[in-house]
Every structure is written in C-alpha cells, then in structure tokens.
C-alpha cells in the first residue's frame, strides 16, 4: 500500500477547532507516499487499526487520547517520547492519513514461488 501519515501532538483535545490549530502546528512526523504492507515491522498499531477502516483514496483525520497510545502501542509511544520528551496521558495525537493504493500479496503456495496481487478498494467503515 502506498500511504501519507502526518502526526500532531496535543497537549488539550484541539477537536473544537482542529482545522486550525492543524494550521498553526508543526508535525511531529511527516511520511509522504509511504509505500509498507499491513504486517510490516514498522507499521503501528494506532496507524493500522486507522486503515483498517479506509477505502482507497481517502483521507481522514483522527483524534488519539495519548492513554490508548501508551497501553496499546508501545512502539508509537516509544517513537513520540523519544522526540518530545515525557507526555501527559491526557494528551491526543491526530493522525492525518491519505490512503494512495492498496495492494494484496498473497504467496499462494506459502513457499515464496507464487505470488498474488489483487488491488483493492479497500473495506471502508
């Protein structure tokens, strides 16, 4: 799949003028046309239960309480902390995603001899 991943970190929920102070925030994180699979190392957990709900080309924004981060998913939560220093849990990250493509690979006979592409829409929520 091919991805853009913007990361915002909120001291108090911005979600009563977020266009705003989107505008006015500098990005913690920027990854533009991020080409990862779904089980990749790399991909958080936050991030993927977010395009898990996604279509293909589409954009969202989500507000995440900082608690959810920090009990689910300790990779983000070691990422963020390491380049802002300790965060209250009651602080929300947004993650802006655009979901360019997605592709499914399959390795048919599980042996890495026969491979599958299927492009997909995407379930949508």
Partial sequence: MKISVKLYHFNEDPSSDL???LKI????EVRDNWTHSMNGQEMAFTLRKILETMRRGEQTQTMVKASFVSEFDEGLWKFVTEKT???PESS???VDVTLHTLIKVEDWFKDETSFVRTF???KGA
Avoid: Q, V
Avoid at 25 to 28: R, T
């Fill in 25 to 28: 925030k500098d990005p913690l």
């Fill in 92 to 94: 929300f990250f947004c």
């Fill in 85 to 87: 220093g300790s965060l």
């Fill in 120 to 122: 997909k829409k995407g």
């Fill in 19 to 21: 266009e705003n102070a």
